[in-house]
């Protein structure tokens, strides 16, 4: 089992700038990607960005240049710094691990989410 825990959401206005943590612990698979998701209300969850262990990563189109994810392997924390927020961007953020190693690619677990709100 692994638990993601996510950090960092609030409330604030457009403009501004927020930083997202998740926290991975347990039996954690590597390699492996971390991202974030959301789902806004009355939409489906999608993809916000990713990250391999080894550092690559993809955006949604809607967030680049204005979101960068990254990682911390040895505290085995994703962070995702969000600027220049949109009223758009609200939505509940998850956390996502997913194994890419063979014997069991494609597991994952996700955190339980944390609200982000931008007023405008």
């Known amino acids: 089992q692994v638990q993601l825990v996510e950090s960092g959401g609030g409330l604030v206005q457009a403009g501004v700038s927020l930083t997202l943590s998740c926290a991975a612990s347990?039996?954690?698979?590597?390699?492996?990607?971390m991202g974030w998701y959301r789902q806004a209300p009355g939409k489906q969850r999608e993809l916000v960005a990713a990250?391999?262990?080894?550092?690559?990563?993809n955006y949604a189109d809607s967030v680049k240049g204005r979101f960068t994810i990254s990682r911390d392997n040895a505290k085995n924390t994703v962070y995702l710094q969000m600027n220049s927020l949109k009223p758009e961007d609200t939505a509940v953020y998850y956390c996502?691990?997913?194994?890419?190693?063979?014997?069991?690619?494609?597991?994952?677990?996700w955190g339980k989410g944390t609200l982000v709100t931008v007023s405008s």
């Open positions: 996502n691990i997913r194994s890419v190693a063979p014997f069991n690619y494609g597991m994952e677990y």
């Open positions: 347990g039996s954690i698979f590597r390699p492996n990607v």
């Open positions: 990250i391999t262990s080894v550092g690559s990563t």
